[in-house]
């Protein structure tokens, strides 16, 4: 008995021992993590945060009428929150004829009747807090819609109130200095009017008609909606186009410098920062809590921090199009250099942003979104054997740096390219009006069809794809936009049971982000900058250092390290079989791995 007694009393002893043993360690690394936390200045939730994209038009249609609804999301909410993003932002959903699908509003206050109403919005915001969630809204107010009621009364009279809510010149002063216009099948920012014998200006289509920034009573007007939205609940906004809201109202010549890249020229009006620091004043800084993005077109490197110094007290952040813009031919609508990227390039766009924000203001990352091709095709490689490889590494690199990703529905699925053969299948203003003019002109009808297949905005708005019923349960009607006949194989249902799948990678790289702080808020470093190959760099915080190495190719690649790879531990690898980490100096990567060490 006495020695059964002796045993149990060294057993109980060694179990106390090793759970002393562990203590100090469990010590240590709560005391590293709280070093580690209260060394970050500047935390903002929204630095923390994973924004998640939604186009409302293609998500989820809830009535059968093959367009996606408030309803349609508020459904899938669940899955929303499953996987692991913070903040959802969606694309306009406020009263449009949908010229350009909601980016022209006649009713900022008026829920588009496609969408559903004013009580399903407010059902989807306090859904969306109950799970966790925030939203954003798209704040589009350089131009409305040419059937808004202001631009209705605009256009009624040279002396009606509202007539300089808009930008007029008139016809006897002659023809008003060349504007370029995105949406124009002419490329012309003037529109003539015969009502008053006067021209508008829209820098997008015809019927975007821009407000006019310079009148204090178009600005107040604009507050007041803001607040009206703020009031409700929502936790931000994302601004359409905001850097063109200012304008020279003399409307000189443009300089010639500009003509070759005038989205610039729009984006330095004179009062543009007067403007938004009024914003500021008068409706942001009264929501403290909430967080703003600009959509920075037009905007260089240079121009980033006026917006988004906190010290200016402007806006939190803006997204860039320095990435999105490589590989495009100078000059030309939107047409690929069949060269394509180099890598060198790829990674020296995005650490020159990263380095602009070292110690102010804070970046955002992303591959795709609603104007943008899908990322798997435009920046990954679609084919069947290296799609999902490569979507998991393009997530990898947007979870790894130092700036808040946006991420757009269907890319935690590895969606792709719709490639249309036919015009007759598109949908986007920007596609129909760019054939028309080409046609208007004599141009390769043919050579821009195949380009669109690469570059076209329908291609990442065609319809989320759920599961392998028809119309991959988007809807029982009949879709607005044709859904990508890989439904069968890429969709939620088939993902979610797959544990290698391109979703659950998301959800596992979106968890190792928010668990690593050094994976948000860490220094980043570039190494091996002139790899063809390979993206490697390195992210340091408070004595912590992760390592990640990215293999943009078909092929095997080496990273070369200075470090003893043998002491790294892998934190996570795009594939299923992890490598021997015993190579020192030099790791080769498996074509398209993605991998996140900790060194430190
Ligand atoms: O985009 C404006 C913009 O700068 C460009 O990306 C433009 O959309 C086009 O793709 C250039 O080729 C914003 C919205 O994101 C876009 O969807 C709207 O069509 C546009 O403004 C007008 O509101
Ligand atoms: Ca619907």
Same mark, same amino acid.
């Not at 007067?274 to 920075?296: F, Q």
């Not at 290296?386 to 990703?405: E, G, I, V, W």
């Given at each position: 008995m006495k020695i059964i007694k002796y045993i149990n009393l060294i057993i109980i002893m060694a179990a106390i021992a090793a759970i002393v043993s562990c203590?100090?360690?469990?010590?240590?690394?709560?005391?590293?993590?709280?070093?580690?936390? @209260?060394?970050?200045?500047?935390?903002?939730?929204?630095?923390?945060?994973?924004?998640?994209?939604?186009?409302?038009?293609? !998500?989820?249609?809830? #009535?059968?009428?093959?367009?996606?609804?408030?309803?349609?999301?508020?459904?899938?909410?669940?899955? *929303?929150?499953?996987?692991?993003?913070?903040?959802?932002?969606?694309?306009?959903?406020?009263?449009?004829?949908?010229?350009?699908?909601?980016?022209?509003?006649?009713?900022?206050?008026?829920?588009?009747?496609?969408?559903?109403?004013?009580?399903?919005?407010?059902?989807?915001?306090?859904?969306?807090?109950?799970?966790?969630?925030?939203?954003?809204?798209?704040?589009?107010?350089?131009?409305? &819609?040419?059937?808004?009621? =202001?631009?209705?009364?605009?256009?009624?009279?040279?002396?009606?109130?509202?007539?300089?809510?808009?930008?007029?010149?008139?016809?006897?002063?002659?023809?008003?200095?060349?504007?370029?216009?995105?949406?124009?099948?002419?490329?012309?920012?003037?529109?003539?009017?015969?009502?008053?014998?006067?021209?508008?200006?829209?820098?997008?289509?015809?019927?975007?008609?821009?407000?006019?920034?310079?009148?204090?009573?178009?600005?107040? +007007?604009?507050?007041?909606?803001?607040?009206?939205?703020?009031?409700?609940?929502?936790?931000?906004?994302?601004?359409?186009?905001?850097?063109?809201? +200012?304008?020279?109202?003399? !409307?000189?010549?443009?300089?010639?410098?500009?003509?070759?890249? =005038?989205?610039?020229?729009?984006?330095?009006?004179?009062?543009?920062?007067?403007?938004?620091?009024?914003?500021?004043? $008068?409706?942001?800084?009264?929501?403290?809590?909430?967080? @703003? *993005?600009?959509?920075?077109?037009?905007?260089?490197?240079?121009?980033?921090?006026?917006?988004?110094?906190?010290?200016?007290? $402007?806006?939190?952040?803006?997204?860039?199009?320095?990435?999105? &813009?490589?590989?495009?031919?100078?000059?030309?609508?939107?047409?690929?250099?069949?060269?394509?990227?180099?890598?060198?390039?790829?990674?020296?766009?995005?650490?020159?942003?990263?380095?602009?924000?070292?110690?102010?203001?804070?970046?955002?990352?992303?591959?795709?979104?609603?104007?943008?091709?899908?990322?798997?095709?435009?920046?990954?490689?679609?084919?069947?054997?290296?799609?999902?490889?490569?979507?998991?590494?393009?997530?990898?690199?947007?979870?790894?740096?130092? +700036?808040?990703?946006?991420?757009?529905?269907?890319?935690?699925?590895?969606?792709?390219?719709?490639? !249309?053969? &036919?015009?007759?299948?598109?949908?986007?203003?920007?596609?129909?009006?760019?054939?028309?003019?080409?046609?208007?002109?004599?141009?390769?009808?043919?050579? !821009?069809?195949?380009?669109?297949?690469?570059?076209?905005?329908?291609?990442?708005?065609?319809?989320?794809?759920?599961?392998?019923?028809?119309?991959?349960?988007?809807?029982?009607?009949?879709?607005?936009?044709?859904?990508?006949? #890989?439904?069968?194989?890429?969709? *939620?249902?088939? $993902?979610?049971?797959?544990? #290698?799948?391109?979703?659950?990678?998301?959800?596992?790289?979106?968890?190792?982000?928010?668990?690593?702080?050094?994976?948000?808020?860490?220094?980043?470093?570039?190494?091996?900058?002139?790899?063809?190959?390979?993206?490697?760099? @390195?992210?340091?915080?408070?004595?912590?250092?992760?390592?990640?190495?990215?293999?943009?190719?078909?092929?095997?690649?080496?990273?070369?390290?200075?470090?003893?790879?043998?002491?790294?531990?892998?934190?996570?690898?795009?594939?299923?079989?992890?490598?021997?980490?015993?190579? *020192?100096?030099?790791?080769?990567?498996?074509?398209? $791995?993605?991998?996140?060490?900790?060194?430190?």
């Amino acid at each position: 008995m006495k020695i059964i007694k002796y045993i149990n009393l060294i057993i109980i002893m060694a179990a106390i021992a090793a759970i002393v043993s562990c203590q100090p360690q469990n010590k240590k690394s709560t005391a590293q993590n709280k070093k580690s936390t @209260t060394n970050i200045p500047n935390r903002k939730w929204w630095k923390e945060a994973v924004v998640y994209q939604i186009y409302p038009r293609s !998500f989820k249609d809830s #009535n059968g009428d093959g367009i996606g609804d408030l309803k349609g999301i508020i459904s899938k909410l669940d899955y *929303v929150k499953s996987l692991g993003v913070n903040v959802i932002w969606l694309n306009p959903i406020f009263a449009s004829p949908n010229h350009d699908n909601g980016y022209d509003i006649s009713n900022y206050r008026k829920i588009m009747k496609q969408f559903g109403d004013m009580n399903d919005f407010d059902t989807l915001l306090s859904e969306i807090h109950r799970h966790g969630l925030k939203l954003i809204l798209d704040l589009v107010v350089n131009h409305t &819609s040419s059937e808004h009621r =202001w631009f209705k009364q605009s256009r009624s009279s040279r002396n009606n109130s509202y007539r300089n809510y808009y930008h007029w010149w008139p016809a006897e002063r002659g023809k008003p200095a060349k504007r370029y216009s995105f949406f124009d099948v002419n490329n012309n920012a003037w529109r003539y009017d015969s009502t008053t014998n006067a021209y508008y200006l829209h820098y997008f289509a015809r019927s975007q008609p821009d407000l006019n920034w310079e009148n204090p009573k178009v600005r107040q +007007a604009i507050y007041k909606m803001m607040r009206f939205w703020f009031n409700k609940g929502i936790d931000g906004f994302r601004m359409d186009v905001i850097p063109f809201i +200012a304008k020279d109202t003399t !409307f000189p010549k443009m300089p010639a410098k500009y003509h070759g890249n =005038w989205a610039h020229f729009y984006a330095n009006g004179p009062h543009l920062h007067e403007y938004l620091k009024e914003m500021n004043r $008068e409706v942001l800084s009264k929501y403290p809590n909430t967080m @703003t *993005v600009a959509e920075g077109a037009g905007v260089t490197i240079g121009e980033a921090l006026k917006f988004v110094d906190p010290a200016r007290k $402007e806006l939190n952040m803006l997204y860039n199009f320095d990435g999105m &813009s490589l590989g495009y031919l100078p000059g030309k609508y939107k047409t690929l250099d069949p060269k394509g990227v180099k890598l060198v390039d790829f990674k020296n766009v995005y650490t020159r942003w990263d380095s602009i924000y070292e110690d102010k203001g804070w970046g955002t990352i992303y591959l795709g979104n609603h104007d943008q091709p899908r990322m798997v095709t435009r920046w990954g490689n679609d084919s069947p054997q290296f799609r999902a490889l490569s979507s998991k590494m393009l997530t990898t690199f947007l979870m790894t740096m130092r +700036a808040t990703p946006f991420y757009y529905f269907g890319d935690e699925l590895g969606m792709t390219n719709i490639k !249309f053969d &036919s015009i007759q299948d598109y949908e986007d203003i920007e596609t129909l009006h760019e054939y028309q003019h080409l046609k208007n002109t004599g141009g390769n009808l043919k050579k !821009f069809l195949d380009n669109q297949k690469m570059v076209a905005r329908d291609n990442g708005r065609t319809p989320f794809q759920w599961d392998t019923t028809r119309n991959a349960g988007f809807t029982t009607g009949h879709p607005w936009l044709k859904v990508n006949p #890989n439904y069968k194989t890429i969709n *939620v249902a088939v $993902e979610e049971k797959n544990p #290698n799948s391109v979703l659950n990678y998301f959800k596992k790289i979106i968890r190792l982000r928010k668990k690593n702080l050094v994976l948000i808020y860490g220094r980043y470093t570039l190494l091996d900058k002139e790899n063809p190959d390979v993206y490697a760099y @390195t992210r340091e915080l408070n004595g912590k250092k992760d390592l990640v190495l990215l293999n943009f190719t078909t092929h095997k690649a080496q990273a070369k390290l200075s470090f003893d790879m043998s002491k790294a531990k892998l934190l996570i690898d795009n594939y299923s079989t992890a490598q021997d980490t015993n190579a *020192v100096k030099t790791f080769t990567l498996r074509p398209y $791995e993605a991998v996140v060490f900790e060194l430190k």
